[in-house]
């Protein structure tokens, strides 16, 4: 069975471009070896669950092994072992229903605003600046009604949010292979939902993956909405593997056009590797590393 983002969530918790063969170098490249002298224009993180594998305190010693200096997707009880290794979560989770419940349906206000207000200080302590949020599935529901219920929702919690300086930031999904029904799945949507918010306190997470799928265009998108955008995260289409010459999305130009928007966050890893995950993951950091 093919592992999927959703599955492997709740584990932990409870444009089409040729890509130039990697260098010799970089593809026999062990991922052990000291950490790579990087350029310091992209601050790189990767997601756990793509490697839920490997024992978190390995994983962690991996990534300063790297010159990582973020693992996301974490939950709380796992702070405190990132901050053992010196690591940070540039996006942790731990609050919210997941992703097919979320803001665009009131039922689920009340119990998502007080999820998300428990968490708030939990993230100041840590020295976390972001959480995760989702917008839910349609069932049925327009892109407006969408909006409007998403907007009242997230509008109680921004009061909350900037007390304690905490982004909440929104996912874009692929609604055609991944996530069926996800409303979240165009970044225009998701900047008008941030217009309507109207604090910099929410932003979106372009999943590049997930809006090549919906959308392609990825670098003319990032250049019009960048000022909506809080995150980035990367997979290989198709399939969500490795970044490499075997998937249709060119990584350097990319990364290149996220510096030039002037971006000081992350960009994150969360691809699936099918080959040696640390290898891969290493690879892939050196390929955005712009």
Not at 52 to 64: D, N, T, W, Y
Not at 85 to 114: C, M, W
Not at 165 to 193: P, Q
Request: proline content about 5%; aromatic content about 8%.
């Amino acid at each position: 069975m093919k592992p999927s983002r959703r599955s492997a969530l709740k584990t932990l918790t409870g444009s089409a471009l040729a890509l130039p063969a990697l260098t010799t170098t970089l593809a026999t490249a062990n991922p052990m070896d000291a950490a790579p002298k990087l350029k310091g224009n992209i601050n790189h993180s990767f997601c756990r669950w793509c490697y839920s594998k490997i024992p978190f305190e390995e994983l962690c010693v991996a990534a300063k092994g790297m010159g990582i200096k973020s693992i996301e997707l974490v939950d709380p009880q796992d702070w405190p072992i990132l901050k053992k290794h010196g690591l940070t979560s540039a996006l942790p989770q731990g609050a919210g229903k997941g992703i097919t419940e979320g803001f665009n349906d009131p039922k689920y206000h009340d119990e998502l605003v007080a999820s998300y207000e428990a968490i708030f200080p939990k993230l100041k302590e840590a020295g976390y600046s972001t959480i995760i949020c989702f917008s839910g599935n349609r069932r049925g529901m327009s892109d407006e009604e969408g909006l409007k219920n998403c907007a009242v929702g997230l509008k109680r919690l921004m009061p909350s949010a900037e007390k304690y300086g905490i982004t909440m930031i929104m996912e874009l999904l692929n609604s055609k292979v991944d996530h069926k029904d996800y409303m979240c799945d165009h970044t225009a949507w998701g900047a008008d939902l941030c217009q309507r918010v109207g604090s910099n306190n929410f932003k979106l997470l372009y999943d590049i993956y997930h809006m090549q799928i919906m959308e392609g265009d990825i670098i003319r998108t990032i250049r019009k909405y960048n000022q909506y955008i809080g995150h980035y995260h990367t997979g290989g289409n198709p399939g969500r593997n490795e970044i490499d010459e075997t998937q249709e999305i060119y990584y350097p130009a990319v990364m290149r056009a996220i510096v030039d928007t002037g971006y000081k966050g992350y960009v994150s890893q969360e691809f699936i590797p099918k080959r040696d995950p640390l290898k891969s993951l290493k690879e892939a950091v050196l390929l955005c590393d712009v």
